[in-house]
Structure formats: structure tokens, C-alpha cells
């Protein structure tokens, strides 16, 4: 293992943890804002839809998710990578060159996808809506998002690859979701049912996707380098040729693995759906939407932390690497650890906000959020797999993880329905992440663990405890006041513990820079 020496600690918390800390903010800020309004939008379909077609949506949602990540063929991972490195030259217009090239083959493919699903569009429903009327239609309005997937993640990817989180939050995690969630409303008020939700989810993209294109435009037409808003690097490319050869052949290797990926994060809903029942798929849709909290601010420091990984191995500073690697996962899981104790101590109240009938879902909810603690255990590892040039063995790890997850759903969902299809997921997410974490010893010789983990979790364990004593003198049964509360109050006595046990040099240097962004945003 690559340890770290004091110089090449404070090395990196004086440039790249600065960077990192306030990409997260950014990235913070977004990705709650999104969340929040994905709860909004779950219970506003939960309330004003059956269980039945609340599943049938999910269905459709992961279908389409699904399609729009296969059809991207990898290029937002190599549209990163080559504009980080480019614009980190300075070099805007071999950065413009690499997006060009991934429109060029993304959008063909991403309409050849559409088509397909439209043209399925009866099997798909026979075999997984149970010919629900109207389930053909929606599918085929449903398809018209795919593209607009395929261009705005390779939009979306140009800002990440240039360092500017904010302009993603705008245009995928606020614009988008609000519009989503505003549409809707509007829709199920005038009684257009799930055609008028499936209507606004294409309307919403459709405004998101014009607003990633201009941001990302405004960022690569802009006169002069880049150098004040970019790490430099201080090589050239490694890669040969065209900076398009370069990226494509960066690109297809993940192409396989993007759509094995987003099978391994869907597989659960698809094989609920052909095996059970559009009402049980209901049920597991919202737990699972609520576990995901985790995977969310795992994807607020990986988005920024991607491109500086590829930065830092390719310049061959890996002490500094290591140094990031630790400070990120720690903070991820310190972040993510009140979160899995609330969804372990009151699973049942959580799931009955979104109504009674819910709390089928409740044991599902318990197990999820298990897969996620490992997850956000895990931190960064996927990433630091891909980014690192490994793009072939991140897919023999997808693969792998895909078999042991559609197996278990195959052998567990007939027996146990919806607890069995979160028994697999489960399963297959603390799999994949400890391979890649053995994957990141052996051939980086780096790992994420020591000592400052056992803050966070005798923190967690204290502000359970107090939590639980002081739910035992609250009136009545858990509803959402005594569940608001409590979860305040878990989540103030966690804060608490953690500041009164101190802070090391690295969480202190990102707190600072966290608060630093904060106020540029609140004089903005």
C-alpha cells in the first residue's frame, strides 16, 4: 500500500482537497435539492395514483434509464476524462473536438434505442406490465426520452469534465425535478393519470437538455485558457493520435459495462416486475428510492473527485491520490451513517408516509439500506477503478456482480417477493464494492481505512441510543411529527458527538472550504 507521508498530505489538502471540498458543496446542494424533490414526486405519485400503476411507472422508468445508459456506449466517462485533460492544458478546442465526437455517435444511437423501444414496445408490455391497458402508449411516449438522456449526460459530463459542478445542479437537479414534479402535479389535476405524468417527465428533459447544452457551450467557446478554474496538467496526453481516437477507444471498452451497470442497479425492479406483480414493484420502488440517500452523496464527491483522479494517476502522484482516497471515503460514510440509522430504527414510519399500505416494503427497506451502508463504505472505489484505466476489469466486476443479483432475484422473488429482490440487491452491491476495494489494494496499493472511522460510528451509536430514550416518552404511534423529530434529533446528537471528539487536519480543511462556498453562495 502507498502510504502517504506528512509533505504529500498537506500537499494535497492544499490543492486538490480545496477543489473537492467545494465541487462537493456544489454537488451537495444539487443532489439534496434532487432528492428532496424525488420524495416530493414519489409521494405525489403514492398519493394520487394505485400501487398498481406507481409500479407500472417505476417499470417504465428503469426501462427507458436503462436504454438511455446503453445507448450512451461509455462516452460520458470518456468525454470526462478527455476534457479534464485537455482543459487542463489549456487546449479548449481539442475539448470542444471530444464532445463533438460524442454527439456525433451518442445521439444516432441513442434515436436507434428509442425506435427499438417503441417498436417493443406490446412485448415489453405483455411481459412485465401484464398488458395493463394503456402500458403500449406510455412505453412509446416514454421512448422520446432517450436521446434527450443520451445528449444531456454527454452535455452534463463536458461542465464535470471542466469543473464547474453548478451548471449540472442547475439544468438535471433542480430545473429538471422541478419542472417533473410541477407538470405532474398539474397533469394528475386535470385527471390525466400516468399518460399526463409520463407527458411531463419527457417535457422536463426536454427544458433540462437545452439548458446543458448552453452551459456547456459557454464553457468551451470562452476566449484564453482555463488554467484559474482547472488543475494543470503538467504532461502531455499519453493517449496518441486524435484527441476523438483517443476518447472513443477510451470510451467503447465501458460501453458493456455502462449497460451492465445500470442492469445490476435495475435488475431488482425488472425481474419484480416478470416474476411478481406492478403492486409489489410499487412497494419496492419507493424503498428503494429511499435507501438510495447514501448512493447520493456518494455521487456528490465522486462527480467532482472523478476527473482529479484521472488528473492525479496520470501525472503518477499517487501518495496524493491515497491522501484524497481516504479523506473522500471517510466522508462519505460519516455523511451517509445517521441516514442508515434512521432507516434501521423507523423503517416503518418512514415507509407510511407515503400511505398505509406502504409498510409492505418495510423489510425490504432495512435490507437496502444495509447494501447502501456498505456502499457508502466503500466510497469512491468504483471510480478509482475506472479512472485509473481500468475500465476492463470495472467490467468483469459489473458482470460479475449482475450474475449473483439476477440469480438471487430469480431463486429468492418467487418465494419472497419484494424482500427477496432486496435480499439480491443486497447482495450483489457489498460483492461488487469489496471487489473493487481489494482490486484498489492490489494493483494501486491503496486503501481507505484507518483509525478515524471510529468517530462517526461511536457518534452514530451514541445519538441512536438517545434518540431511542427519547422516543419512549413521545405520545402515540411514530407519525410524520414524532418521525421529523426524531430523525432531527439523531442527526443533531450525531453532529454533536462528532464536533465534542474533535477534528483532524482534513476534516477541518474541507469544513472550511465547505463554509467558504457557502457564503460565496449566499452573496451570489
Known sequence: MTKPDNHSQRKAFSSYLPHVAGGAIINFTGIFSRMLLVYVFTFLLARSLPVSQVGQYFLMVTIISLAGLAAVVGLDYGVVRYVALYAGEGRLAMARKVLATGLLVGAPVGLVFAAAVAWQAPFISRHFFDSAGGSVSAIRIFSLSIPLLVIARLFNATTQGMHKMQYQVYARDMSEQVLRVGFSAVALMLGAGLFGVVWANVAALVVATVMSFYFAWLLLTRKGS??????????????????????????????????????????????????????????????????????????????????????????????????????VTRWIFTLSFPFFLIMMMFAGPVMRVFGAGFTAGTIALIVLAVGQLINSATGAAGVMVIMSGRSKLEL????????????????????????????????????????????????MRMIAYDSSYVKPLLAGFAAAAVTFFIGRFLPGS???????????????????????????????????????????????
Not at 473527485?305 to 484521472?310: C, L, M, Q, R, S
Not at 474533535?502 to 462556498?517: I, M, W
Open 226 to 327: 482555463n488554467a484559474q478554474n482547472v488543475l494543470i496538467a503538467k504532461k502531455q496526453l499519453a493517449s496518441p493520435g486524435s484527441p476523438s481516437r483517443a476518447m472513443l477507444g477510451y470510451s467503447y471498452p465501458l460501453a458493456l459495462s455502462n449497460i451492465l451497470v445500470a442492469l445490476g442497479l435495475q435488475v431488482d425492479t425488472l425481474m419484480l416486475g416478470l416474476l411478481g406483480t406492478t403492486k409489489e414493484v410499487g412497494y419496492f420502488g419507493v424503498a428503494l428510492k429511499v435507501s438510495f440517500i447514501s448512493s447520493k452523496i456518494i455521487t456528490a464527491f465522486s462527480l467532482v473527485f472523478t476527473p482529479v483522479i484521472a488528473d492525479l494517476w496520470h501525472q503518477s502522484r499517487a501518495a496524493e491520490l491515497n491522501s484524497l482516497f481516504i479523506t
Open 396 to 443: 468483469a466486476n459489473v458482470t460479475t456482480a449482475l450474475f449473483i443479483d439476477a440469480l438471487l432475484c430469480y431463486l429468492l422473488i418467487p418465494r419472497y417477493g419484494l424482500d427477496g429482490a432486496a435480499i439480491a440487491n443486497m447482495t450483489s452491491l457489498v460483492l461488487v464494492n469489496l471487489m473493487r476495494v481489494v482490486e484498489i489494494k492490489i494493483l
Open 478 to 524: 411514530i407519525g410524520f411529527k414524532q418521525l421529523a423529530i426524531l430523525a432531527l434529533t439523531l442527526v443533531f446528537f450525531y453532529v454533536l458527538i462528532m464536533v465534542a471528539m474533535g477534528l483532524n487536519e482534513s476534516d477541518r480543511a474541507v469544513l472550511k472550504n465547505f463554509g467558504t462556498k457557502l457564503a460565496g453562495i449566499r452573496m451570489s
